[in-house]
């Protein structure tokens, strides 16, 4: 492929997942996030990659070259030649993919014990810091995740915006209680008596 090598094998994974019954059909397993979330990961990507490719590529450095462009039944124009399709069919065919097996099984395990538990666990918190919102004051649910997203990130507080956005935070007893309500569920701990 000219381009999406990468995509097409992360499709690839979930694909098969799906086709092998490892996960319901429709669920796409957030492989990417995993392998980029470390150096680790990105390292080991590199290396499953390379463990069939760099011994490939050395057994056929002399064996392609560039010439006149071609295009392609796809409609790939490439100058690319090579000579050795006869010897080289056995590996395209079947080559020994242990390593990447190993490493994308390493990646489907860390995706859903890791990166979709902690998924997971932040839209518990959401979910229970959108619930004492709602006890401290109602409003439609898009509201309460705007809500929710800026008092957090703005580290604890109700910002000027906010306010101009929903003047009824301009009252300071309720905006301490409003905060209270989504720190609480974020911070693990019950909310303090009298605030709802």
């Not at 796809?74 to 050795?84: E, I, K, L």
């Not at 538990?117 to 401290?136: G, M």
Request: charged share 30%; proline share 4%; net charge negative.
């Amino acid at each position: 492929m000219r381009d999406g090598n990468g995509r097409i094998r992360r499709f690839l994974i979930n694909d098969t997942l799906v086709r092998d019954n490892a996960v319901p059909n429709g669920v796409i397993l957030p492989v990417s996030s995993t392998i980029t979330s470390s150096t680790e990961f990105r390292a080991g990507y590199d290396k499953a990659l390379e463990v069939f490719s760099r011994p490939f590529m050395r057994r056929y450095a002399t064996s392609y070259r560039f010439s006149e462009l071609v295009t392609y039944e796809d409609g790939t124009p490439s100058n690319f030649v090579f000579d050795d399709y006869d010897d080289a069919r056995f590996a395209w065919r079947y080559p020994d993919l242990t390593t990447h097996v190993l490493y994308t099984a390493r990646v489907v395990e860390h995706t859903i014990r890791t990166e979709m538990a902690e998924e997971a666990r932040v839209l518990v918190i959401f979910q229970l810091a959108k619930e004492r919102l709602k006890e401290v004051v109602e409003m439609p649910g898009q509201d309460s995740n705007r809500i929710i997203r800026a008092i957090k990130e703005n580290g604890w507080n109700v910002s000027g915006k906010l306010k101009r956005e929903y003047p009824r935070l301009d009252d300071e007893r309720l905006a301490e209680r409003v905060v209270e309500a989504v720190q609480s569920a974020f911070e693990g701990r019950e909310m303090k008596d009298g605030d709802v």
